[in-house]
């Protein structure tokens, strides 16, 4: 990887985005309202990045895994070269907790804090996947509430977002709204 770059790609559930610079990728995006907003989400971890339609091995090969999950496939992401600069050392522990729950599984936000140590740590636990810069790849969709409730996703389209990747993956199964839609 030989410069920084953003790039936008179609996945099923929208034009997803990804960063990268020299160590890894920077940043992932899922859709926003607009291409625009997905470039300026993605920028805000690489300023000024200008945009391209291509990818460098290894980014290609998330841009595929992340399509593949888009349509329920179960791609593996360990490896995957994330550059953490900036992220500090609670955040890595809650990302590498989190990057270990499988398609079709969920935690809780307490299960991660007591594997951390304390279930005080709940709340931390949120607002360090709340920053994830690597949505999808660190897959925080995967963490809910206690009684299962979808709470605390901060991505484009909030709890939605979270509900439709989970069904994607088979840890929801369709609810009456799917039973209209069909």
């Keep these: 990887m030989?410069?920084?770059s953003v790039m936008l790609f179609e996945t099923a559930i929208g034009r997803c985005g990804i960063a990268w610079g020299e160590t890894g990728i920077r940043a992932v995006s899922f859709p926003e309202v607009n291409d625009v907003a997905t470039l300026a989400r993605l920028r805000r971890r690489v300023p000024g990045a200008p945009e391209t339609d291509t990818a460098p091995e290894p980014v290609a090969g998330i841009v595929e895994g992340i399509r593949a999950l888009a349509d329920g496939g179960s791609p593996d992401f360990d490896g995957a070269p994330l550059d953490m600069t900036g992220v500090g050392a609670f955040e890595r522990d809650v990302y590498r907790l989190t990057a270990a729950i499988?398609?079709?599984?969920?935690?809780?936000?307490?299960?991660?804090?007591l594997d951390l140590g304390d279930i005080s740590l709940s709340r931390r636990v949120g607002q360090a996947l709340g920053g994830n810069p690597f949505p999808i790849v660190i897959p925080c969709?995967?963490?809910?509430?206690?009684?299962?409730?979808?709470?605390?996703?901060?991505a484009p389209g909030g709890t939605e977002t979270k509900r439709t990747l989970l069904k994607i993956e088979g840890a929801l199964g369709p609810d009456l709204f799917d039973m209209i839609k069909l």
């Design 141 to 154: 969709h995967r963490v809910i509430g206690a009684d299962g409730a979808m709470i605390g996703f901060s």
């Design 2 to 4: 030989s410069h920084t």
């Design 102 to 113: 499988k398609p079709g599984d969920t935690r809780t936000y307490g299960q991660l804090a």
